[in-house]
């Protein structure tokens, strides 16, 4: 699997969007970008995924840079609940392990 | 509907004794992924099991550790003569793969060896 590169820490204040990057240069044709939080004392909870077209559901939004290098999710109205540390991981979709590799991540914290 | 639930929550041990961890993943779920992450770490992977194929155990940082999935359902870890630097949160996570890949965790076990 790809290795991803974030910033250490991120602050936003509360009601604005948070825009959290990842660079992801040696990512392949057939590797999906997948982002993950975990919020303090709790498991990571999934956020979103896409390949190649940007992607929203009703947590966040993903957009991926046409060459594929760079992705950054977005939390469009970002709350005190969206303090968490924000793990981007690309990953292999068929013929590759199933485990996720998980970097340092970004410590994002929303501000009142 | 139900999510993945770990038991212990917390456990303390004493250096050198046997340690089990219990996860029940969610039903119908036929991947089962073990992490641990030490505190101030990352999460590291363990072992992953996917129906009724041979695990991949290539996570597993020494033969002290070892897991078992009895029934495609329950998963238990088991640590034997525990280190101090086994000292972690283990967290468990299922997934409908290969229909989803999306991992959903566990509250995770909180270990601590004394």
């Known amino acids: 699997d790809a290795k991803t590169t974030q910033p250490t820490s991120m602050d936003c204040a509360e009601g604005r969007a948070a825009n959290l990057p990842c660079n992801h240069s040696t990512i392949s044709g057939n590797e999906y970008v997948y982002w993950y939080r975990q919020i303090h004392s709790q498991g990571p909870q999934y956020i979103i995924h896409g390949l190649k077209n940007n992607e929203t559901n009703e947590m966040a939004s993903l957009i991926i840079t046409e060459d594929r290098k760079s992705s950054t999710l977005i939390l469009p109205h970002a709350t005190l609940r969206d303090t968490a540390v924000y793990y981007c991981i690309v990953r292999a979709t068929q013929g590759g392990s199933e485990k996720l590799v998980f970097g340092k991540g970004t410590k994002l914290t929303v501000n009142p | 509907g139900a999510g993945v639930s770990q038991s212990p929550s917390n456990k303390v041990t004493e250096k050198g004794k046997d340690v089990e961890l219990r996860c029940d993943p969610i039903?119908?779920?036929?991947?089962l992924y073990w992490y641990r992450q030490s505190l101030g770490q990352g999460l590291e992977f363990l072992i992953y099991?996917?129906?009724?194929?041979?695990?991949?155990k290539s996570g597993l940082p020494s033969d002290r550790f070892s897991a078992e999935r009895t029934g495609g359902s329950v998963s238990t870890l088991t640590i034997q003569r525990t280190q101090q630097e086994d000292s972690a949160v283990y967290l468990c996570?299922?997934?409908?793969?290969?229909?989803?890949?999306?991992?959903?965790f566990g509250p995770g076990t909180r270990l601590t060896v004394t």
């Open positions: 039903s119908g779920h036929t991947a």
């Open positions: 099991f996917q129906g009724n194929s041979a695990p991949d």
């Open positions: 996570a299922s997934s409908l793969f290969p229909l989803s890949y999306e991992q959903y």
